[in-house]
């Protein structure tokens, strides 16, 4: 039974992808940079919609570049970044359906 069970735990283990785990890492860290620029100006729930349409419109370098911000202010250049990403169509339809109000991202 043990010696099975320690079998079931392997494979699940290597069912893990290591690419699928960095990419979710870095989205992660990017949505605890996005999330703050964007609970500026709307509630947490909004916001957190907001955000995950942000990521989803986000390229894999762009998440990558928003997620090396992790830990301090947002500046002038991730804001831009999340300005630009929250204006693509692929962002504005997901706010859209999941009623997130109009960005307000300075």
């Not at 735990?9 to 992808?17: Q, S, Y």
């Not at 605890?32 to 500026?40: E, G, I, K, R, T």
């Not at 997620?67 to 002038?76: L, Q």
């Amino acid at each position: 039974m043990r010696v099975a069970a320690a079998l079931a735990g392997c494979l699940v283990l290597v069912a893990c992808d290591p690419g699928e785990l960095a990419d979710s890492a870095v989205r992660r860290a990017a949505s605890s940079v996005v999330f703050p620029v964007v609970n500026v100006d709307m509630p947490a729930g909004p916001a957190q919609a907001a955000t995950d349409c942000i990521l989803n419109a986000a390229s894999p370098d762009e998440k990558r570049l928003l997620a090396r911000d992790v830990g301090v202010e947002a500046g002038t250049s991730t804001t831009a970044t999340i300005r630009d990403i929250a204006l693509r169509p692929a962002a504005q339809a997901c706010f859209k359906a999941a009623g997130v109000p109009p960005l307000m991202v300075r």
